[in-house]
């Protein structure tokens, strides 16, 4: 297929269903939308090696890249998405990719957040850590809480429960393992020559301002866009004007790349 790409990443505990209002961009991009490991259909071993350190997410999304043999895609990740994005530059580099993009995401994890964001994500919904109980009560109303921090505009009954479906996937072993990580990626993002797109809802819960400015501080070639009917999930509270967004920065992500070839 001749059409660029676009690889997008879900969030924590999330899948590929999350980005299902992207499809009409499959009209201009080929978009490949992974289920990462121990999410969706993908598999989920349970051994927490699997998912507390960097490299075993940058080398899914390199097979990704080279198995599919992608040229120069557009990496973006949603919330820890984001995370694996910068797991990608960190070990990877930025040669394969025309850009990135993180949508509420971060540059930083634990204790190297932006003090302002780490108080925002210490909310007990938003801690959520009812989701690594194995009780299965409790993981469930924990599951439905966090998805209500995940929304400024909620979605309708339906798409509640397909979240709440897709989110039950993910074993509590995988989801505590997969987001407890402690890591500083500002030197990653400043050797980043590629153009990099922030973009984050104005009523985050999950990932406020601060964590998409210190973003934009770091990248050399940033640009933001901040979608103001939206929290965590711009792609579903705002899709047409977050695909019109994500489709403006592809194009100068290619067009960029072109000029260059």
Excluded at 31 to 45: E, F, N, Q, V
Excluded at 50 to 58: G, N
Excluded at 148 to 161: K, L, R, T, Y
């Amino acid at each position: 297929m001749d059409a660029p790409t676009i690889v997008m990443l879900h969030g924590w505990s999330q899948c590929h269903l999350a980005f299902a209002r992207q499809a009409p961009l499959a009209d201009q991009f080929r978009l490949i939308l992974p289920d990462l490991r121990g999410h969706g259909a993908s598999d989920k071993p349970l051994d927490t090696a699997a998912y507390d350190q960097s490299a075993v997410w940058a080398e899914d999304i390199n097979a990704i890249i080279t198995g599919l043999q992608l040229h120069q895609p557009l990496l973006v990740g949603w919330s820890m998405g984001g995370w694996i994005v910068m797991d990608y530059l960190e070990h990877f580099g930025d040669a394969a990719l025309s850009g990135v993009g993180l949508v509420g995401s971060s540059i930083t994890t634990g204790r190297h957040l932006p003090a302002a964001a780490a108080k925002v994500r210490a909310d007990n919904q938003a801690k959520a850590v009812g989701m690594y109980e194995d009780d299965l009560a409790a993981n469930l109303a924990a599951t439905r809480a966090f998805l209500d921090v995940c929304f400024h505009q909620m979605p309708d009954a339906e798409g509640i429960a397909t979240a709440m479906g897709y989110n039950m996937m993910v074993p509590p072993l995988v989801r505590r393992a997969a987001r407890l990580r402690q890591e500083d990626r500002r030197d990653v993002a400043q050797a980043t020559s590629v153009p990099a797109w922030i973009a984050w809802g104005a009523h985050e819960r999950l990932a406020p301002a601060e964590m998409g400015e210190q973003a934009l501080a770091h990248f050399p070639n940033a640009s933001e866009t901040v979608f103001e009917n939206s929290g965590h999930s711009p792609f579903w509270e705002e899709a047409d004007d977050f695909n019109r967004a994500l489709a403006a920065f592809a194009d100068q992500c290619f067009a960029q790349e072109r000029d260059v070839a």
